[in-house]
């Protein structure tokens, strides 16, 4: 066996994205260097942004993510002169940041290495600098003093600078606070199950909580209070927990006086929009003929809904306005996959668009490119086709990329399965399936019982036989793969992350004779060690999802553990781990690990300084490359068209 130790550490930060093309700084040296690179690699190093939040009352400004400096870090952008200013720079990257309404701060979480354990802090637009125009260090604060380190369970911050906190441990379980400039937070909830902060009102007289207190993790609750904690109303669809169906807080009309607050909800097995006024319990039913899930916003004005609807894969967008009635109005996108939209307040959208063979764009209704970062532009990849296979709960979608050379299979296949569970794969560019086919490896991605997006029953199918589900779909497509010629059967890979990382592992127990190799990124390998060491919502989760704790149903952690089956394992495996990983821990990891090695099994370990992943470029890229090399070293593919 192998162990390699790696750090996430980056270089310092030099170079923000611009939507311009220029900023401080320089990237040239990188960039030839990043041109002579395999393509595979061009993909991940290529900059990177995410579609831009905007204040609420400043609209020009703006707050994004990027990776120009090959760390993800946040930025701020003001968008009336065109300037962009980078607002965090740590050696494993930050992602979680908020801006105020009127525009004047920043708030980022601030974790260590990767563990989502801190405390929000809190920057000026501008840095804090001491002369307008002059360079000078950003000024950081704690933004919520008196409140100690947490894993964040949603934050919402107000007009006159009130922020109502979500905080989760494991001692208190879910706390949420209400901290006022100047004065001392004070505690307006609190349960062990757990909860979250929705949104705040127009005017912050009204706070919007989802919460779990029933018991299902799966399907929340809603429950309006003031800013006292006193309840204004509740919505609970699962009539105490007797029923599955799930409610969410999409947002407050944001306009004064207007008390609405639009709730997603799953009454007629999808999730989608309704209009409820907590302060007179009337509910409006938007009724939106789409076949899949659907999900919305309010424009700015508060007099349309701005929806991102999800069918089999694919997105696209729709404006409703529910006042005037009738049906919903087709926003043009391409065909694939919207990852975030927004209105902005002259009634444009901006959306993040990207399909499996073209990277990620951020667009405007307007035509425009919204935000263009430098540098070389991800190299694009091949479409996925589309398969149905009959499966033992229902037919199963399934998304199949193949290599461009040679023209015809049987290749060497990777299975890539998606974590969650509560996701889905889509039509949308990812670099590391795009790493495998240029390598000669055919790509498939199962959309497995659990997944959303293929209506409620699909996802709440997962109960119980966790894990044992979603497998069985995952043979009914293989059987197909090899069936139709596409997989050669001797070489078939098992991959995934989180959760697809501990589908993996299960699966190369459970089916020992199906696969030719595993690679299990961060996953769950030990179920019980597991429970016992993950943060607080996730106990909430398994609990769900198997029906009780370790102690209540050893029988089921037991059945759903892939260290239960470590020794029918008979592939060679890889695995990677993050040693600050507070969702799937280190230690039930090294668990598993050391019983691979008690029975001498073939297998490599990868432990990295971060968490649940890593936001630093050439970590994921090195990450990949020991991917790679393991299934050549073990598969020997003939076909590797990179030359890599």
């Avoid at 029988?555 to 553990?561: D, T, V, Y």
Wanted: aromatic fraction near 8%; include cysteine.
């Amino acid at each position: 066996m192998t162990e390699i130790t790696g750090s996430t550490t980056a270089p310092s930060a030099q170079a923000p994205a611009s939507a311009s093309g220029s900023g401080s700084g320089s990237r040239s040296g990188s960039t030839q260097a990043a041109a002579s690179a395999p393509v595979w690699e061009q993909r991940f190093r290529a900059p990177r942004v995410s579609l831009p939040d905007w204040a609420e009352d400043a609209p020009d400004r703006a707050l994004f993510v990027s990776n120009a400096t090959g760390t993800y870090e946040l930025y701020a952008w003001d968008r009336a002169t065109g300037e962009q200013r980078q607002v965090t720079d740590r050696p494993n990257g930050t992602t979680d940041g908020v801006l105020t309404p009127d525009g004047e701060s920043v708030w980022w979480f601030s974790d260590t290495d990767g563990d989502e354990f801190g405390v929000w802090m809190r920057q000026p637009f501008n840095g804090g600098k001491e002369k307008e125009g002059e360079p000078g260090a950003a000024v950081d604060e704690p933004a919520t003093p008196g409140l100690g380190p947490s894993y964040p369970a949603g934050l919402a911050i107000g007009r006159d600078g009130t922020a109502v906190v979500g905080r989760s441990t494991d001692e208190d379980g879910t706390t949420i606070h209400v901290v006022r400039p100047g004065a001392a937070p004070v505690e307006i909830y609190r349960h062990r199950e757990s909860a979250g902060v929705g949104d705040l009102s127009h005017d912050g007289t009204l706070i919007a909580l989802e919460h779990t207190e029933h018991g299902d993790a799966m399907h929340s609750a809603l429950r309006v209070v003031r800013p006292d904690g006193t309840t204004v109303a509740e919505l609970d669809d699962t009539e105490g927990g007797t029923k599955e169906l799930g409610l969410s807080v999409l947002g407050f009309a944001p306009v004064a006086g207007d008390t609405r607050l639009l709730v997603g909800h799953q009454r007629r097995g999808r999730w989608e929009p309704m209009i409820w006024d907590p302060t007179t319990g009337e509910e409006t039913d938007l009724a939106i003929d789409l076949p899949g899930d659907v999900v919305a916003e309010w424009y700015p004005d508060a007099s349309a809904l701005l929806i991102v609807h999800g069918f089999e894969a694919r997105s696209d967008l729709w404006r409703h306005e529910p006042e005037a009635g009738g049906a919903p109005v087709r926003v043009e996108t391409p065909a694939g996959s919207v990852s975030g939209a927004t209105a902005r307040p002259d009634g444009t959208v901006e959306y993040l668009w990207s399909s499996a063979a073209q990277p990620p764009v951020i667009r405007s209704t307007s035509g425009a490119v919204v935000l263009d970062p430098p540098g070389s532009k991800a190299p694009a990849s091949v479409p996925v086709e589309d398969v149905w296979v009959d499966g033992p709960g229902g037919r199963v979608h399934a998304l199949v990329q193949r290599p461009a050379a040679p023209a015809e299979g049987p290749f060497p296949t990777v299975f890539e399965i998606h974590g969650g569970p509560t996701w889905h794969d889509s039509d949308a560019f990812a670099s590391g399936p795009a790493a495998w086919v240029d390598h000669g490896y055919a790509v498939v991605r199962v959309n497995y019982r659990g997944s959303t997006g293929y209506g409620r029953a699909w996802t709440d199918a997962l109960k119980h036989r966790v894990g044992l589900i979603e497998l069985e779909d995952v043979a009914a497509v293989r059987e197909w793969a090899v069936k139709s010629g596409l997989a050669d059967p001797e070489k078939l890979v098992l991959a995934g992350g989180s959760w697809g990382g501990y589908l993996t592992l299960l699966g190369l127990g459970t089916q020992p004779d199906d696969w030719a190799l595993g690679l299990a990124a961060v996953p769950v390998a030990d179920y019980v060690t597991a429970y016992h060491d993950e943060m607080e919502d996730l106990k909430a989760m398994d609990r769900t999802l198997l029906g009780g704790t370790p102690e209540e149903v050893p029988e089921r952690f037991e059945a759903s553990s892939p260290l239960t089956y470590v020794d029918a394992v008979r592939a060679p495996v890889y695995i990677s781990a993050g040693v600050n990983d507070p969702r799937c821990p280190i230690r039930q990891v090294e668990n598993y690990v050391d019983r691979l090695k008690d029975r001498d099994a073939v297998h490599e370990v990868y432990r990295y300084d971060a968490g649940h992943g890593s936001l630093v470029v050439e970590e994921r890229i090195k990450q990949v490359r020991l991917e790679l090399d393991f299934a050549r070293r073990h598969l020997a593919p003939e076909a590797d068209p990179s030359g890599a």
